[in-house]
């Protein structure tokens, strides 16, 4: 049988979810769903497979699974199969534990637990992927979820043009139609993580405009102006719930202008509301958001971000294995675990290519990370540091990007208030102290224009400090280069001899090392391999280690896979 691609497992899955009633079929269905053979299925249903020590109440596969039904306390019992003999002799991948309303279940290869009520199997799909022969490298799953969320909004996208033909062809329209999109994903973010009440902007569209669109720019006008009002008092009385978020985010000027709707776009906005957005990036999400408005590469979705593993493959080696290596070796020194923190509050991480910030926010989750570790240890040596709890010492001002695209510029900026309240949410979890994103203060130092061109040091100055420049900047040979691309090499070498050869990438490089010639900064891109074979290695080279900058790590070639 031909492997299962996401979108076809997750068609299988869905018929099982929201039933009224569940027995054992469920279990063998959801085998089903995955592509396990009718003929496997057939001899486990019939006892011949079965390898459980109670058939009566459990059913298991070797390797496969271990599925028991109960009446007890579902995760108790989970927690006492997991050291069951039987579980580790038969190398079960999953064992599963229900009593029909709610489900647990835990994986033994990635020690991962998951719970959640069993009429919503097709929300968690992705998280049985091994039995289709899908790893779950964590991307897989947010890569999929991002692409629906990407789909359902190209498909207001489209209507709202309809609705607006001449919007794109206005001076300011591209802006204004980008940032209406920037405020719409921070309002379905906040009404499904608690920035908001629970469906409180869709709730609000749905009840306040009229069905056939027709007042709906005017309400979210309205709206947006509600949320840049400090005072309740100053705010219509069907928004007074609506908080203050601040942060200019929802700052309105004459250019700012909502779309005028249809009936069908009313629609598609509610039901995009409906789509579970605390499961999805903004950083991925824009990026594959980008490519559905981008003529000629809607169909290319999942290929417009980097992957998370290959972003730690930029970051561990270059700044957080060794801030990792020097939290261990101060874990017993109040002093040195203070130093430690003090280090990386001072951090700056730049990306001048930076997208819709991926590079950035997960290079922010893992210093918030090391962060509530050093804090954690702290108070285990001395309680009296829980007065640290308060606040975080990671700024987000000190993540700085450019990016020549002007949507990217508002979903990088977006995203890197999405992952602070992320990471709120985890420190709160964590540590009992509830961090609030709202009012919004400061915010990410994100500037649009063409990276070749601009003063990297005005986007980001180069105070002498721990500065880390990270991204995936662009790739394309001399031959595909644009006549634009060709001036930009004119404008960065000037009067200094370069070859034509070089690839586009080859900027990032050589602005790079002009910018952390003699400083602390330190410098990790992704590239085409193409910059280390061939010429390019007596092309660029040479015109980096003259300045006295050396290769501190590299990697053999690797693919840039994404979800499938």
Not at 213 to 240: M, N, Y
Not at 310 to 331: H, Y
Request: aromatic share 12%; glycine share 6%.
């Amino acid at each position: 049988m031909a492997r299962l691609n996401l979108k076809v497992i997750e068609e299988r899955v869905s018929p099982l979810a929201g039933r009224e009633s569940y027995d054992r079929e469920f279990i063998f269905n959801l085998l089903l769903a995955y592509g396990k053979p009718q003929s496997s299925i057939t001899r486990l249903r019939n006892g011949d497979l079965n390898v459980a020590a109670d058939p009566v109440s459990e059913t298991a596969q070797k390797k496969v699974v271990y599925f028991k039904e109960t009446d007890g306390d579902a995760l108790e019992i989970l927690e006492s199969l997991k050291k069951s003999p039987d579980v580790v002799r038969f190398s079960t991948r999953f064992v599963i534990v229900t009593d029909y309303f709610e489900l647990v279940a835990y994986d033994t290869k990635t020690d991962e637990t998951i719970g959640f009520p069993i009429r919503e199997i097709d929300q968690h799909f992705t998280f049985f992927l091994p039995w289709a022969g899908m790893e779950k490298a964590q991307y897989v799953a947010e890569a999929h979820a991002d692409v629906k969320a990407a789909e359902r909004m190209g498909k207001l996208f489209d209507e709202l043009l309809n609705a607006n033909p001449d919007l794109l062809e206005q001076p300011h329209g591209r802006h204004a139609l980008n940032l209406f999109f920037t405020r719409l994903l921070f309002c379905y973010f906040a009404e499904d993580t608690g920035i908001f009440s629970e469906n409180q902007f869709t709730n609000a569209v749905g009840s306040h405009t009229l069905d056939d669109g027709s007042d709906t720019a005017e309400f979210l006008t309205d709206l947006f102006r509600a949320l840049d009002t400090a005072q309740t008092a100053d705010k219509p009385s069907h928004l007074a719930a609506f908080p203050y978020v601040n942060g200019r985010l929802f700052t309105m000027s004459p250019d700012h202008v909502v779309p005028r709707f249809t009936k069908k776009a009313r629609h598609e906005l509610i039901n995009a509301g409906k789509l579970i957005w605390r499961e999805i990036n903004p950083d991925i999400f824009g990026s594959m958001f980008q490519a559905i408005v981008t003529p000629g590469t809607r169909s290319d979705l999942g290929q417009h971000y980097t992957s998370v593993p290959n972003i730690l493959k930029t970051i561990e080696p270059l700044f957080l294995d060794a801030l990792k290596e020097q939290f261990n070796a101060a874990r017993d020194s109040v002093k040195k675990l203070e130093a430690l923190l003090e280090r990386i509050s001072a951090i700056k991480v730049f990306d001048p290519a930076c997208g819709s910030g991926n590079f950035l926010v997960i290079a922010y989750k893992e210093l918030r990370k090391l962060e509530h570790a050093i804090l954690e240890r702290l108070a285990e040596l001395d309680d009296k540091h829980r007065v640290l709890f308060a606040e975080s010492k990671i700024n987000i001002e000190h993540f700085y990007g450019i990016e020549i695209d002007d949507f990217a510029v508002e979903v990088a900026i977006l995203s890197l208030w999405i992952a602070k309240h992320q990471m709120n949410a985890e420190f709160k979890d964590k540590f009992g102290v509830s961090i609030p994103l709202i009012p919004l203060k400061e915010a990410g130092q994100i500037m649009q224009g063409n990276a070749t061109r601009v003063d990297w040091n005005a986007a980001c100055p180069n105070d002498g400090g721990e500065i880390y420049l990270i991204g995936n900047p662009p790739y394309a040979g001399s031959k595909t280069q644009s006549k634009k691309q060709k001036e930009d090499f004119k404008y960065v070498f000037g009067n200094r001899p370069h070859s034509k050869n070089l690839d586009y990438i080859a900027l990032w490089f050589i602005k790079g090392s002009d910018y952390i010639e003699g400083t602390r900064s330190r410098l990790a891109f992704v590239a085409t391999n193409s910059v280390a074979q061939g010429e390019h290695v007596s092309l660029m080279f040479p015109m980096i280690f003259e300045k006295g900058i050396e290769i501190g790590f590299a990697y053999t070639s690797f693919k840039e896979s994404v979800a499938e």
